[in-house]
């Protein structure tokens, strides 16, 4: 019941979370607030009861729980009273397929207050589903903008695309990111390779160095540019390709082929990618 959770980079921790589950979780975050406070007033009801009969040392265990309780359930009560009041809200927004109201919770300039970050991130899922192509057009126009934005981290804003890239029926993000700049959605049955200049099958190995990076080098699931520096970056041996860690073994947990030259692939076969020092 963490006070940081609702943010967006907490709403978009993983490339799995969807409307439903982000609206149920901060549901479960205000009922978790009540059953805190409730048990922490019947325990400090029965240490109050104990020490006006003379039970002192009976009622010390009920005010040493029950208070650290009531200041968390009443904590709680306060951060998401205000949250569940907005999923009721965004549920009925969805439910009436209101789009136009959806988007105009996406204005990042607001993003510094948490009940604006929760309205966006509910916002952009409910669109996931309703609306997909008008949210890549969204995307086509905010996409620089959305990098830049302190409240929206590397791995939340890569499973937005992610999760925008399968509503579409994109084999991977690289190919979003492609059809970005034409601002024209055509789901792809072959993804292209990514350069010519890293199409080399890598020998057989847990580190591949290299000179530099390639011009241009972005993660074949993500879109984004990779990033060494930052974060575990993998490569397809048969490809060369590269990916983040995470990213490209979350993929070969659903499919076994690489997203770019579909060969089979496994965690094992992934060298992790460094520079020569």
């Known amino acids: 019941m963490s006070p940081s959770f609702g943010s967006i980079n907490d709403a978009f921790e993983s490339d799995k979370t969807s409307f439903k589950k982000f609206s149920h979780e901060l549901k479960l975050h205000f009922l978790m607030g009540i059953s ?15 020490f006006t009969t003379d039970h002192l040392e009976e009622s010390i265990p009920f005010f040493v729980v029950g208070g650290p309780f009531f200041i968390m359930g009443l904590k709680s009560l306060l951060i998401w009273k ?14 009436s397929n ?3 109201k959806l988007f105009l919770y ?3 300039d607001k993003l510094s207050n948490k009940s604006n970050q929760i309205a966006f991130s509910l916002a952009f899922l409910a669109l996931l589903e309703l609306a ?20 929206i981290n590397y791995t939340a804003l890569t499973n937005m695309i992610s999760l925008l890239a399968s ?45 530099k990076l390639p011009t241009n080098s972005r993660s074949m699931i993500s879109g984004l540019a990779i990033e ?10 048969f490809c060369g390709n590269m990916a983040e860690k995470e990213l ?3 993929w070969l947990m659903k499919s076994n082929i690489c997203p770019v030259c579909k060969k089979t692939l496994s965690s094992n076969d992934l060298p992790i990618v460094k520079l020569k020092s």
């Not at 205000?82 to 439910?95: L, Y």
């Open 248 to 250: 490209l073994e979350n």
């Open 82 to 95: 205000n949250a569940f009041s907005q999923t009721k809200a965004f549920t009925n927004i969805f439910n």
């Open 98 to 100: 209101d789009t136009k």
């Open 228 to 237: 060494l520096k930052e974060r575990i970056i993998v490569a397809c041996p």
């Open 167 to 211: 509503e579409l029926n994109l084999p991977n993000s690289l190919d979003m990111f492609a059809q970005l700049k034409t601002k024209k959605v055509i789901p792809l049955k072959d993804s292209e390779e990514q350069s010519d200049d890293v199409n080399l099958r890598i020998p057989i190995t847990k580190v591949y160095f290299i000179d």
């Open 106 to 108: 996406l204005d990042q």
């Open 36 to 50: 805190f406070f409730c048990i922490s007033i019947i325990l400090l009801i029965l240490g109050i009861v104990l």
């Open 132 to 151: 997909p192509k008008e949210l890549f057009d969204y995307l086509s126009i905010h996409l620089e903008s959305l990098r830049n934005n302190p409240f």
